[in-house]
Structures are given as C-alpha cells and as structure tokens.
C-alpha cells in the first residue's frame, strides 16, 4: 500500500510523527508512506487552497516534502507532483493535535486535506487527538491515535463502498482525551454540535498600542448532542464520522422550492 499524509499544524509537529508511525504499520513493510505537509502551521485554513500565488515545495527527506501552503494544496502537490507517477491508495490527515468533532470540523485544515483527497477520487481519513485533562500529563499525548490508530483505519478501509458518481465518501475520526487503555471502543457516529459554544474575538493591545483580535475558540468539554462526535469522545469512544462535500441541506429543498412555486 502507498499512503500520502499530510497535516495542518506542520511538517515538524509531533502529531505527524504519530501519524508517520500508524501509516508505516498500515502500509507493512511492503509499502510505502509520503509525506507532504506545511512548511508552517496552517490551523483553521479548512478547506483554502492557495489559488492566487504558487506554492514553493522543499524535499526534506526520502520520501518527505514540506510545501508552503494549506494542508489541501499539500495533498494536491502530492498527487500531481510528488506522486504524479504512481498515486497513493489513501490519504491519511493529522494526528491533529485537538479535536475536530462537532463544529470544529467546519474549520478544520485537516479535514481540509482529507476533503481533497476525496474530490481527487481517493479514500482520504483525516485522524484528530482531542486533549483534556486526562491526556495533559502523558508523555504522548497521541498515544490512544497510535494505539488504535491502525485497527480502525483498516476498518474503515474494510467497510468503504469505493468511489461512485457522486462526492466521494471521507472520514472523520476523533481519538478521546483518555489515555489509551482507557479507551472504551469506536462509534460509528454522526458530526455533532455543542451547545452555547462558539468561536469569537477577543482583543488586546500590543505594547505600540494597536489593537489586535485574537480567533478564540469554544468550551470544548461543552455537552453536544447525544450521540454525536464531540458526545462519545467525551465518553472516552473513538467516533468515525462518514462525511462528503456535499453541502445541500436536502431536508429543507422540498419547503423552500415551495416558497418559489
């Protein structure tokens, strides 16, 4: 097997280096595991691509590459570059260092490169480590992504239906902020919303005197909806979140097309 990876908080972050370690042992000693990912950290960029100014690529290794663009430009300078001559099977985006269950995975350049890798026609899984205080003292804050890493990505890739006519599936996964013998097992479970929580501004001055807004997010720990992401990785549960780019709100096209009858 041939995996691309890449990730949004940088080539050098220690999330990566999980995922590097959970994509060698899927890949086997057979396979083979690229690495394309951001110069710099690149959080929150979601889905940007860098349409308007090229975007310079460094080899740093055998089989390792660092861009200077979001995670989606990565997983596309790693298609039609990096791997031009012989594509990947999967790709793999993370471990992202946080969660990026319930709404966070609007914003989130990990799901970014996943997305990408699912409108080029590829199985593509993003992986998240959502943190707490469980997790603030281990030596490895990722160890419950690299323990479980492995079995439920192949599980995923055991269960996925392939690429038919329309977007592409990808996935979600989000690891619980426990360490990993106390995870209780994967659900399989739908993108949630926490409740009275959002993401806002706060300001603060520089020491020149300018004014500066500062992008601060939410309580994390806020309850979401039962049986949703952010609700089971509370529960100390892996959740795996089938999505697609497909936006529609297909529930309300009936009551709206209506209105213009």
């Keep these: 097997m041939r995996i691309l990876i890449t990730n949004d908080d940088g080539i050098n972050a220690p999330g990566l280096a999980a995922l590097e370690r959970i994509a060698h042992e899927l890949a086997g000693p057979e396979g083979e595991v690229w690495t394309v990912a951001p110069a710099f950290e690149q959080s929150g960029v979601a889905h940007c691509i860098s349409y308007t100014h090229p975007t310079m690529i460094a080899q740093m290794g055998e089989r390792r590459f660092a861009a200077e663009g979001s995670p989606a430009d990565c997983v596309l300078a790693g298609l039609h570059d990096v791997l031009r001559d012989s594509p990947p099977d999967l790709v793999?985006?993370?471990?992202?260092?946080?969660?990026?269950?319930?709404?966070?995975?609007?914003?989130?350049?990990?799901?970014?490169?996943?997305?990408?890798?699912?409108l080029q026609g590829l199985l593509s899984i993003a992986l998240s480590q959502y943190l707490g205080p469980d997790t603030r003292d281990l030596e490895n804050p990722f160890e419950a992504a690299e323990a479980h890493g492995a079995e439920v990505l192949r599980r995923i890739i055991a269960a996925d239906p392939g690429a038919g006519d329309g977007y592409r599936l990808f996935y979600n996964v989000n690891f619980p902020p426990v360490p990993a013998s106390h995870v209780a097992g994967t659900r399989v479970v739908p993108q949630g919303?926490?409740?009275?929580?959002?993401?806002?501004?706060?300001?603060?001055?520089?020491?020149?005197?300018?004014?500066?807004?500062?992008?601060?997010?939410?309580?994390?720990?806020?309850?979401?909806?039962?049986?949703?992401d952010a609700d089971v990785n509370l529960q100390g549960y892996v959740s795996v979140t089938p999505m697609r780019a497909d936006l529609t709100a297909h529930d309300a096209l009936a009551a709206l097309g209506d209105a213009f009858s």
């Excluded at 985006?93 to 350049?109: F, K």
């Design 92 to 118: 793999l985006s993370g471990v992202n260092r946080g969660n990026n269950s319930a709404e966070n995975a609007l914003y989130s350049g990990t799901l970014g490169g996943a997305l990408e890798g699912a």
């Design 193 to 228: 919303i926490r409740q009275g929580t959002r993401f806002a501004v706060e300001p603060h001055l520089s020491p020149s005197g300018r004014r500066f807004l500062w992008v601060r997010g939410g309580d994390q720990r806020a309850a979401a909806s039962a049986g949703s």
